[in-house]
């Protein structure tokens, strides 16, 4: 059966966790996904500085961001509700990006590792301008595959913003990270802690939601990449029934997730995946729901703009084992790797 088989993509020190060791971990209500989170090792740092040239200063700081499994809903509000009716809501769990900045004085520039984190780089060098601040080295890693709907970027970009304003022991506003990530993409909102109800374009915050409850999220990839601008610019209106709609989903989750409510809360996450479906059609979802119905979870949930789809369970409930067990031997048929993922609580 596939739990022999599957790993989840956290582990000590970057490792992979076998599903043993995940099934007990999700089974624990007071786990701490911070044990888990990657470390930078010292002689790597040291050898990327020796071979950039620069002389770090000794204040350099580390600093975290979770990435979101898609989005539990993602839509329009109707016309004039808000400034802007493109929303989504957060489902943070615990996979994280990391960010190591190293201050080196007299530069303004920011020399990123790896090179590919340009948006990084663009974020990392504007907030230094903005603060008055020298730039320097930042060293990211991420547990969050790029272009799958994880909030990769969102939290590379947070993460470095984070770490940046601690190497200086800067106070930084939420407003300003807001506006210079706002001048590169849309971003997920997970610069908020718990769950929050957000303005993806206007990267603005609606309201916070509360911390979502222990649940456990068997996620599939069904392949390729989905590049966030490109998506968010092609993307069409939204009729003013289905605005209505996701009016109701939201009111609904502001009652649900600081309840606990996980039967409400796998319903909403289901009916926002159906919605987007006419949009960005998931290939799985209809095989992912009849899994999802024949193992009693709680409902489905994508990656609206990504290519992810996953599968609801509440991890505090008494038969969760049993469940998590019918979920994977569902799935197994059409996807031999699925990956476990578990929420952030609010738990540390």
């Avoid at 007071?30 to 040291?46: E, N, S």
Wanted: one cysteine or more.
């Amino acid at each position: 059966m596939a739990m022999q088989n599957s790993i989840h993509p956290i582990g000590p020190n970057g490792a992979s966790m076998s599903t043993r060791e995940l099934l007990e971990a999700a089974a624990d209500e007071v786990w701490r996904p911070y044990m888990y989170h990657q470390t930078f090792d010292g002689a790597d740092a040291a050898q990327i500085v020796a071979e950039d040239g620069q002389q770090p200063s000794v204040h350099s700081s580390d600093a975290l961001c979770c990435g979101t499994f898609g989005e539990l809903l993602q839509g329009q509000l109707p016309v004039g509700s808000v400034r802007d009716p493109h929303f989504l809501v957060t489902m943070p769990i615990a996979l994280f990006a990391r960010a190591h900045f190293m201050p080196i004085a007299g530069t303004r520039s920011v020399t990123v590792y790896p090179p590919h984190k340009v948006k990084a780089k663009r974020l990392a060098e504007n907030l230094v301008i903005a603060l008055g601040s020298s730039g320097g080295i930042l060293l990211l890693q991420s547990e969050l595959p790029e272009g799958k709907g994880l909030a990769s970027s969102s939290a590379d970009l947070v993460a470095a913003a984070r770490s940046i304003a601690c190497s200086f022991k800067h106070k930084v506003r939420t407003s300003l990270i807001e506006k210079l990530m706002a001048e590169i993409e849309p971003s997920d909102g997970v610069m908020y802690p718990g769950v929050v109800a957000y303005q993806q374009r206007a990267c603005s915050l609606i309201s916070f939601l509360g911390q979502m409850p222990p649940l456990a999220i068997v996620g599939i990839d069904e392949g390729g990449t989905v590049e966030t601008v490109d998506y968010d610019q092609r993307r069409g209106e939204i009729s003013a029934s289905h605005r209505a709609e996701y009016r109701q989903l939201l009111d609904n989750a502001r009652i649900a997730i600081p309840r606990g409510d996980t039967a409400t809360i796998g319903r909403i996450a289901t009916a926002s995946a159906l919605l987007h479906q006419e949009r960005a059609p998931k290939e799985h979802l209809n095989t992912m729901l009849k899994a999802s119905e024949a193992s009693d979870a709680l409902g489905v949930i994508v990656a609206h703009s990504g290519t992810m789809i996953g599968i609801l369970l509440d991890r505090m409930a008494a038969d969760f084992p049993r469940k998590l067990r019918s979920v994977l031997a569902h799935v197994s048929p059409f996807d031999n790797s699925p990956k476990i993922y578990l929420t952030m609580t609010g738990r540390r």
